[in-house]
């Protein structure tokens, strides 16, 4: 069946540093890729997606790229802020070849992230 | 547009009852997932609709049921609630079922069983 795998957490950071958030996956068919973003008392939001092979999902300075040969989809920032702590969700969606394609998430276990001043 | 909306936000209900919960997608979405969010079990998948049929069902028990009524809505029900029932329920739509759509989920649903 198909999984995900985040890497562990919590995570902390200062202000302004460099982030990294493993995520690999298995899937049995072709996968289209996900990181949600969950704030306490919310429900999840995207924050960016890829589709297929070496596509690059990017969103308000968040990247991550779709490596079909090491089955990875890391979550990278440059910078990140305060306002950045939160929980971050992999997730992946499968369409199995010449048959159906489901929508149904698969996700990976969470990663905590704060973000200190 | 209108997000995704859940009601009731809040649910406290004793083990052995009943409880329904409700989801309305986003206007033109015609497709409705359900997943239960524990601390313990992370986030898994309960059902998936789309026009009014189930696509797909998550490993829950039988006392897990849904349904999607022609405006796209949805109800989940759990019957004979146990304390493990205890759990945030997030509702997401998506345009159509395809796996490269976007899942746009609510709020939530926080139920805890006494």
């Known amino acids: 069946g198909n999984s995900v795998t985040q890497m562990e957490g919590p995570v902390t950071l200062s202000e302004e540093a460099f982030l990294t958030i493993n995520c690999t996956y298995t899937?049995?068919?072709?996968?289209?890729l996900f990181w949600y973003v969950q704030y306490p008392g919310e429900g999840l939001q995207l924050l960016l997606k890829?589709?297929?092979?070496?596509d690059k999902g990017s969103n308000k300075g968040f990247e991550a790229t779709y490596r079909k040969e090491t089955t990875s989809f890391h979550l990278e920032k440059g910078s990140v802020q305060v306002s950045d702590s939160a929980v971050y969700f992999c997730?992946?969606?499968?369409?199995?070849?010449?048959?159906?394609?489901?929508?149904?998430?698969?996700f990976g276990q969470g990663t905590i992230l704060t973000v200190h001043p | 547009k209108a997000g995704v909306t859940q009601t009731p936000r809040y649910l406290i209900k004793t083990r052995g009852q009943q409880v329904t919960l409700s989801c309305s997608p986003i206007?033109?979405?015609?497709?409705v997932s359900w997943y239960q969010q524990t601390p313990g079990q992370g986030l898994q998948f309960l059902f998936e609709?789309?026009?009014?049929?189930?696509?797909n069902k998550g490993n829950f028990p039988g006392r897990f049921s849904g349904r999607q009524f022609s405006n796209s809505r949805s109800e989940m029900n759990v019957s004979t609630l146990e304390l493990g029932d205890s759990a945030l329920y997030l509702c997401?739509?998506?345009?159509?079922?395809?796996?490269?759509?976007?899942?746009?989920f609510g709020p939530g649903t926080r139920l805890t069983v006494l």
């Open positions: 997401a739509s998506s345009p159509t079922v395809s796996s490269t759509d976007t899942q746009y």
């Open positions: 899937a049995t068919g072709y996968p289209s």
């Open positions: 890829a589709t297929k092979a070496d």
């Open positions: 997730a992946l969606s499968d369409r199995i070849a010449g048959g159906t394609s489901y929508g149904k998430l698969t």
């Open positions: 206007s033109g979405h015609r497709s």
């Open positions: 609709y789309f026009s009014e049929t189930q696509r």
